[in-house]
Antibody, heavy 122, light 107 residues
Framework: QVQLVQSGTEVKKPGGSVKVSCKTS????????ISWVRQAPGQGLEWLGW????????HYSEKVQDRITMTKDASTKTVYMELRSLRSDDTAVYYC???????????????WGQGTTVTVSS | VIWMTQSPSLVSASAGDRVNISCRLS??????LSWYQQKPGKAPDLLIY???TLQSGVPSRFSGGGSGTDFTLTISGLQAEDVATYYC?????????FGQGTKLEIK
């Protein structure tokens, strides 16, 4: 079945960097893009960016675009999200999700990873 | 940026009730709108895509509708297991955007 499995919990200091992985399985990797979303404690969902898994094209949120990089590794069917110059307000659960489409419709994010907790604290 | 205003932020209803959640957008998005359900401590689940199409396995008491800039998620015959936070999302343009969320409680 289709699965997205993310890397584990991270604790980082302010000013540091974090790289979260999202390993895909159960479908053709290069067909469907991946979006990254985060959720700060007690808050709503915030979209961070999108990567096309065919050619690596990216789109980022203006809020984090100077600090974020999304990459892919087709050989391992894995997508990565790196966030730099971490601040306390980057503390959140980070999710990856597949943007699915077929010949009839675009679906939005149909399968999500389990989430990765990133804590930024001195 | 396409802004999304979701309301209400909190709704409390009784089992068996009908609940409506609204999502209003700052511009038209064709049919590129989805609804997600998120239970505490879990990742969101896709409920509805393309405004009104139920994702496989989603109970028929959930429905979506609307057009232009105004969209609605309806739950008919509320059940205890529907307690969750619900989000709308547009995937018509970048940046993707989410509504602020609606927390649903059972009286």
């Amino acid at each position: 079945q289709v699965q997205l499995v993310q890397s584990g919990t991270e604790v980082k200091k302010p000013g540091g960097s974090v790289k979260v992985s999202c390993k895909t399985s159960g479908y053709t990797f290069a067909t469907y893009p991946i979006s990254w979303v985060r959720q700060a404690p007690g808050q709503g969902l915030e979209w961070l960016g999108w990567i096309g898994t065919y050619n690596g094209n990216t789109h980022y949120s203006e809020k984090v675009q100077d600090r974020i990089t999304m990459t892919k590794d087709a050989s391992t069917k894995t997508v990565y999200m790196e966030l730099r110059s971490l601040r306390s307000d980057d503390t959140a659960v980070y999710y990856c999700g597949r943007e699915y489409f077929d010949w009839i419709s675009n679906y939005g994010m149909d399968v999500w990873g389990q989430g990765t907790t990133v804590t930024v604290s001195s | 940026v396409i802004w999304m205003t979701q309301s209400p932020s909190l709704v409390s209803a009784s089992a068996g009730d009908r609940v409506n959640i609204s999502c209003r957008l700052s511009q038209g998005i064709s049919t590129y709108l989805s609804w997600y359900q998120q239970k505490p401590g879990k990742a969101p689940d896709l409920l509805i895509y393309a405004v009104s199409t139920l994702q496989s396995g989603v109970p028929s008491r959930f429905s979506g509708g609307g057009s232009g800039t105004d969209f609605t998620l309806t739950i008919s015959g509320l059940q205890a297991e529907d307690v969750a936070t619900y989000y709308c999302q547009q995937y018509y343009a970048f940046p993707r955007t989410f509504g602020q969320g609606t927390k649903l409680e059972i009286k």
